[in-house]
Every structure is written in C-alpha cells, then in structure tokens.
Antibody
Framework: EVQLVESGGGLIQPGGSLRLSCAAS????????MSWVRQAPGKGLEWVSI??????????YYVDSVKGRFTISRDNSKNTVYLQMNSLRAEDTAMYYC?????????????WGQGTLVTVSS | EIVLTQSPGTLSLSPGERATLSCRAS???????LAWYQQKPGQAPRLLIY???SRATGIPDRFSGSGSGTDFTLTISRLEPEDFAVYYC??????????FGQGTKVEIK
C-alpha cells in the first residue's frame, strides 16, 4: 500500500528555515516524480516543486516565488523526499502536501500525504 | 508559465443535476496534459481526470473530461451528495511549473 507521511512543519519566524520530510512506503521515491503542493489557509492549490525520477535525470523545478529559497531533494536510502525552505516569508504560510502519481499501462492514481502546516509569523 | 482560469467561481446546483466546469489555459497545454482534482474540506485533493479525458483509478463514470489545446471541461453527469466540493484543474505539460487553476466550488442549491 502506498503511503506518504509528511513532517517538519511548525511555527517559524520570518527569515527562518525549515526542512519538510515526506517519508514514502509502498514504492521507491527514486522511481517516481515527487511533488510538493501547498495551500494557504482558505485559498487554492499552488504547485511548489518537483523532483524527477532517476530514470528521467532527477531534475528539479520550482515555482518562481520560491526559486533560490527552497530546495527539493531525496534520500533513496531512507525513501524520503525533502523540501528545504530558507528565508521564509509570511506568504509561505500554508499546508504543504507531498504527492505522487502512480501510473500503470491502463490508469493513473494519485497519492497525497496528510499535509504538514507551516506558519511563518513573528 | 501557463495560467489556468477556471469558471465559474461557484456553481450552485441540486443533486441529480449536471455540472459543467471550465478551465481555460493562457497557451496550449502540451499533449493535453490536463488534470482535474476534487477537494473536500479538511482533505487532500483527489485526482479525477488526467490526460484531459482519462478517468483516474476508482473514479465513477459520472465524471468525464474533455477538451484540447487551451479549453477543457469537466462534466459531472448527475450530481451525487458527495460531489459537492471544490474542483481544480492542473496542467502538467512540458516543463514545470505545473500550475493549478483557482478552483470552482460546486455547492448545493
């Protein structure tokens, strides 16, 4: 069974840093495209970052608003994906979800973690 | 970056009615890589449609997607009580960022 469990969120002052973790089970993170999506309180979904599978070169991408501040990475030995967030701003306050698609030859399914809440405030 | 605009913002309908949701892209979506998600309060989103028209695993056939290029539609043929939620489109064509629309809320009339 595929499961994603996020952790690492919390209350942090502006300018601070946090590292979010997404521990995966039921599949290997190195073989899938792993994404982070966030949702500010009462707002819509915002795609944040992705790391491609090893087979696709492991490339990483970011939404413009976090480029240079956030870094996505993975530890294959721990089957975990990370989002290092530096220079945090009030507008980074959101629930952060880790997500992955699992596609067979006939269909796709998505999996999401329960989310971890990041609050940036003084 | 491709901007997705969803309309209407809110759709007020009764159970059993047909819902038609629109998603318009600021430029053509590569390979029609357009997905639809459903989100209920306090829950993570759930994938409904990918590739503009393919239903995700376990999704009932009352949900259907259509469209190509810059104009896409999600149709719910007959609304069930559990379908009242917020719906988002997302494009995942070519290189990221893979943007979301702002959402359409389907509420009970």
């Amino acid at each position: 069974e595929v499961q994603l469990v996020e952790s690492g969120g919390g209350l942090i002052q502006p300018g601070g840093s946090l590292r979010l973790s997404c521990a995966a089970s039921g599949f290997t993170v190195s073989s899938q495209y792993m994404s982070w999506v966030r949702q500010a309180p009462g707002k819509g979904l915002e795609w944040v970052s992705i790391i491609y599978s090893d087979n696709s070169g492991g490339s990483t991408y970011y939404v413009d608003s976090v480029k240079g501040r956030f870094t996505i990475s993975r530890d294959n030995s721990k089957n975990t994906v990370y989002l290092q967030m530096n220079s945090l701003r009030a507008e980074d306050t959101a629930m952060y979800y880790c997500t992955v698609w699992d596609c067979s030859s006939t269909s796709c399914a998505d999996y999401w973690g329960q989310g971890t809440l990041v609050t940036v405030s003084s | 970056e491709i901007v997705l605009t969803q309309s209407p913002g809110t759709l007020s309908l009764s159970p059993g009615e047909r819902a038609t949701l629109s998603c318009r892209a600021s430029q053509s979506v590569s390979s029609n890589n357009l997905a639809w998600y459903q989100q209920k309060p306090g829950q993570a989103p759930r994938l409904l449609i990918y590739g503009a028209s393919s239903r995700a695993t376990g999704i009932p056939d009352r949900f259907s997607g259509s469209g190509s290029g810059t104009d896409f539609t999600l149709t719910i043929s007959r609304l069930e009580p559990e379908d009242f939620a917020v719906y988002y489109c997302q494009q995942y064509g070519s290189s990221p960022p893979w943007t979301f629309g702002q959402g359409t809320k389907v509420e009970i009339k």
